[in-house]
């Protein structure tokens, strides 16, 4: 079948990935493209078991990269990428509509105390954008 992906959205959140998985299906063949919904410690061990999976990508924590690395019985050959530690960066792009932009950053960054592993960590811009997006954020971060 050549190179597959199984996905596993995070728990919360679910219904924002419909046009993810609206373009998934619109852009690769049946099949490509796997979608597994449930908790991640129930599901994924399992999969990981059977050997056949070569790259791992994860954006929670290495612990859980290494608990699912253990899974593997040739763990030598798992390629580990996207270790992002639950780092999740924004990215912004110059046609980005800076106003909405800026309050869905600091909701996604704020909310829930920043504690949920899918809180954003971090922005990535343009050069162009960058003063004009750090000071808009601090306008409204400052108390």
């Known amino acids: 079948m050549g190179n597959t992906t199984i996905f596993k959205p995070a728990k919360h959140g679910v219904l924002l990935i419909s046009p993810l998985l609206k373009a998934f299906k619109e852009c690769f063949p049946p099949g490509v ?26 954006i929670g924590h290495s612990s859980s990269a290494v608990a699912l690395q253990d899974q593997h019985p040739n763990k030598n050959r798992l390629r580990l990428v996207l270790g992002l530690e639950a780092k999740n960066p924004a990215i912004i792009l110059p046609d980005a509509d800076l106003d909405l932009t800026i309050q869905e ?9 920043g504690q949920r592993c899918t809180a954003l960590k ?14 808009s954020l601090q306008r409204l971060l400052i108390i």
Request: glycine fraction near 8%; charged fraction near 10%.
């Open 33 to 58: 493209v796997n979608i597994l919904f449930g908790r991640g410690r129930k599901i994924c061990p399992p999969i990981m078991k059977t050997g056949f999976v070569d790259v791992l990508a994860l």
């Open 122 to 135: 971090f922005c990535m811009c343009m050069n162009l954008l960058q003063m004009n997006l750090t000071l």
């Open 105 to 113: 950053c600091i909701s996604g960054s704020l909310s829930y105390n």
